[in-house]
């Protein structure tokens, strides 16, 4: 049971490059989440996928889009990056049958953009 | 809309005595949760402990427990025994309904032989 696992563990892109990061999950969650996390600041959600077959924005979506592709696997994807998304990224799930759940995070992805 | 401040940026302890890190957050809704994650080097986020907003008597979890003051909007965290590894990043976070999470700007700790 490997839990949330996420690739690659670190890229460096040139800016205007374009790149997906990719995360799976083997526990049965219904909701998955990416996050970015930057220096002297938490964690910001950017999308999430409450269900198979959703999507909706977070706090700072610009210059991303995501994809359910399944239950178990929620990308995230940089058309054009730019240095302001040199960041590292997490990807989280929750069961989704309460409420309110936890979440339970991957390892993250560090992104440097040149 | 929700936020999280820790005021406390960086804190040190000695091993084996006690520290509590301090947080507080602003919502407007009356069930909500609030978490504990602790980030040690290797950035995995770890979860330490839950509160629900319901709930009146404080989370433990071994050595770590919290100070829910519901009506102050403060969740402080308590660690006791401290030892080396403990030493993380920790960062206090609500989630309301719809389960996304606001996350404090996080208090690093470290912990000293």
């Known amino acids: 049971n490997a839990g949330v696992t996420q690739t690659p563990k670190f890229q460096v892109l040139k800016t205007g490059q374009s790149m997906t990061l990719q995360c799976a999950q083997d526990?049965?969650?219904?909701?998955m989440y990416w996050y970015r996390q930057d220096p002297g600041m938490g964690l910001r959600l950017i999308y999430y996928?409450?269900?198979?077959?959703?999507?909706d924005k977070g706090e700072v979506p610009n210059g991303y889009n995501v994809s359910r592709l399944n239950k178990r696997e929620f990308s995230l994807r940089l058309e054009s990056a730019a240095p302001s998304q040199t960041s590292v990224y997490f990807c989280?799930?929750?069961?989704?049958?309460?409420?309110?759940?936890?979440?339970?995070f991957g390892p993250g992805t560090r992104l440097l953009v040149l | 809309a929700q936020t999280v401040t820790q005021s406390q940026p960086e804190m040190s302890v000695q091993e084996a005595e006690t520290v509590t890190l301090s947080c507080t957050y602003d919502t407007s809704e009356s069930n909500y949760y609030l978490f504990w994650y602790k980030q040690p080097p290797s950035r995995q986020m770890i979860l330490v402990i839950r509160q629900e907003a319901y709930k009146q008597q404080n989370a433990t979890e071994n050595r770590f427990s919290v100070n829910f003051q519901k009506a102050a909007k403060s969740f402080s965290l308590k660690i006791s025994d401290s030892q080396l590894g403990d030493t993380a990043m920790y960062f206090c976070a609500c989630m309301e309904y719809g389960n996304k999470l606001v996350f404090g700007a996080g208090t690093i700790l470290r912990v000293k032989s």
């Open positions: 526990m049965n969650h219904n909701s």
């Open positions: 989280a799930s929750s069961g989704g049958v309460s409420r309110i759940e936890t979440q339970y």
């Open positions: 996928s409450a269900s198979e077959g959703t999507t």
